[in-house]
């Protein structure tokens, strides 16, 4: 991604440069209009000139200049939609560990719990599994100092690290009565984004959590595993992109690829029509057109939602679950430069291949069911949708907003999945399949954690 983006970056880089070169002979052809808005955006420089001077000068504490263009920057960002922004280097940095999916660390999966680190799980074949971490093990100090005090996002940073370098972890485990001091030398990671299992002896359940760099990979690997595991008995696919926040456009096409034939995947239109781009599948269905089940809800957005949208437009899957999130736009990562960060800015509009726009409406499922949620998780607050954002770009007609997007921790109490399998397995079809009553009761379990 970032290889196409700096090409982009270089092109529009030239086309600007030559633009300047062509239209400064041409200004004194300018209308008298176009001189007057060319005058008022120059007086408006001015002054914020004026006031980025004053605040130096008259601040009742000395400012960083350096934090002033920053906060400048991003409010002009932030100003335009929800999903623009800025980021300085350490964001940018992060950013691109992200969206890679591979970085030097331990390979553990951890959450934060009353102000420690606790491990949700280690990742197979990494320094972590080999040295025997397991899940709810606690970590309490990273080379002797205390993880108390630190956000999850610092404790992290602390044990990411260059590939070869050792780190010291004081653990904490049930059942032990002293503290365990294990120390580990980082090797490279690669964040699971694909995981998978067999579900009901014939069924392939993959569960993408998020579209890195090394999804397209990881899907494969386990379509392979799965179709060799269950052989010929299996009946069919559930993907499960519920909570699944997107990321890179291009792996999304990608997974789509996976299960089409042909026909168009997503347009994406920006500004000008000349920067219309259509991307098409090609021949070749990784699961050899065995039927698919994709499960969404409230959290499914992005990236998620155009697969699920090719997928449900050609009719090459049944959707089940709950409204999307409808964020049906697409965000450019523009470098400034070494250690100036980078622009995160909404560049274009994407639609599905029929032509519609999810943006603040969401992929509306084939067949919805609503989760049944615990009493004590119905208070909290659940992602609103794309339409209750501040800013957001808006769609022609009725805007949706608010979708559930609890997902039960035990596979048992999951009524889409059940659902998914019972169609599958014919016991019911997408025709007949009537959705669960009910409110649309909005809660969700997901705390947060990272991998390091």
């Known amino acids: 991604m970032m290889r196409k983006t700096s090409v982009i970056l270089l092109s529009a880089a030239t086309g600007a440069a030559l633009m300047l070169f062509v239209t ?9 209009s176009a001189r007057a808005a060319t005058a008022d955006t120059y007086r408006q420089l001015n002054l914020f000139g004026d006031v980025f001077e004053r605040v130096r000068s008259d601040y009742v504490e000395k400012p960083d200049d350096t934090k002033l263009i920053e906060s400048a920057i ?22 691109q560990v992200q969206t890679r999916g591979e970085f030097g660390g331990l390979g553990i999966e951890v959450t934060m719990e009353d102000g420690l680190i606790k491990v949700v799980s280690p990742i197979d074949d990494t320094p972590a599994s ?37 780190i010291k972890l004081k653990i904490i485990r049930k059942g032990q009565d002293n503290p365990l001091d294990v120390t580990l030398v980082r090797d490279n990671i690669r964040v699971r984004s694909v995981r998978a ?67 168009e995947i997503v347009s994406t239109r920006g500004r000008n029509a000349e920067e219309t781009q259509r991307r098409t599948a090609h021949a070749g269905d990784l699961t050899k057109s065995k039927p698919v089940i994709v499960l969404v809800n409230g959290g499914s957005a992005s990236a998620s939602e155009i697969v699920a949208g090719a997928l449900q437009d050609h009719k090459r899957a ?18 400034l430069g070494s250690g100036n960060g980078a622009l995160r800015l909404t560049t274009a509009r994407y639609y599905t291949p029929s032509g519609k726009s999810i943006q603040a409406k969401g992929i509306v499922p084939d067949i919805e069911v609503l989760q049944d949620v615990p009493d004590e998780l119905k208070a909290r607050t659940d992602t609103k949708g794309e339409a209750s954002l501040r800013g957001h770009l808006k ?20 009524k889409a999945l059940k659902l998914a399998g019972d169609l599958l397995h014919g016991i019911k079809n997408s025709a007949s399949a009537a959705p669960a009553p009910g409110g649309d009761n909005k809660a969700t379990t997901d705390k947060p954690k990272a991998a390091n």
């Open 74 to 95: 991003s409010g002009m960002l932030t100003g335009l939609d929800p999903h623009s922004s800025y980021m300085d280097a350490k964001s940018f940095r992060d950013m």
């Open 130 to 166: 080999r040295a025997g971490i397991m899940a709810n093990d606690i970590i309490t100090n990273l080379d002797d100092e205390a993880v108390q005090g630190l956000t999850l996002n610092q404790a992290v940073e602390k044990m990411r690290g260059p590939v070869n370098t050792k």
């Open 318 to 335: 049944t959707i089940v679950g709950t409204r999307s999130f409808g964020k049906g736009s697409v965000q450019t990562i523009i470098p």
């Open 24 to 32: 400064q002979p041409r200004a004194v052809f300018m209308g008298s």
């Open 197 to 263: 299992r067999v579900e009901q002896d014939d069924i392939a359940y993959i569960r993408i959590t998020t579209f890195n760099e090394q999804t397209t990979e990881g899907l494969k690997r386990e379509v392979a595993n799965l179709s060799n595991q269950i052989g010929d008995k299996l009946k069919g696919y559930i993907i499960d992109l519920r909570n699944n926040p997107g990321g890179l456009l291009e792996e999304a096409v990608t997974v789509s690829d996976s299960f089409l034939e042909k026909g």
């Open 395 to 414: 769609n022609d007609g009725d805007e949706k907003t608010g979708s559930q997007s609890y997902v039960p921790p035990d596979a048992k109490d999951d």
